[in-house]
Every structure is written in structure tokens, then in C-alpha cells.
């Protein structure tokens, strides 16, 4: 049977390991594809504004 120490260490084990489950999913879901859609945004908005400081110096 499990000594006390033994019982809250394997208590501390399954909270680190459902913290980081719960986090990887978060970041998989949520933050990853935020960070993604932002950079593409950005990377249009500099390609037509590029394009249109082109335009407009001609």
C-alpha cells in the first residue's frame, strides 16, 4: 500500500501531467492558429501596402 508521501507525489504527478495536457491543447487550438492568422494578416497588409506605394511613386 501507498505511504502518505508516496500518495502526494503521485497526487503532484497527475496535476503537473494534467496541467500540461490541458495546456498543450490550448496551444494547439487556440494560440497557435491565433499567432498564425495575425502573421498572415500582417504579411498582406505590407504586400498591398508595398504594392501600393509602388502604384503610387510611378
Do not use: H
Not at 17 to 39: A, H
Request: charged fraction near 20%; proline fraction near 2%.
Amino acid at each position: 500500500m501507498f505511504e502518505f508521501d508516496q500518495y502526494l507525489g503521485f497526487l503532484a504527478f497527475l496535476t503537473i501531467l494534467t496541467i500540461g495536457f490541458w495546456l498543450m491543447i490550448f496551444l494547439l487550438t487556440f494560440v497557435i492558429p491565433y499567432w498564425l492568422g495575425g502573421s498572415l494578416l500582417e504579411f498582406l497588409k505590407e504586400k498591398r501596402e508595398a504594392r501600393k506605394a509602388k502604384r503610387d511613386a510611378s
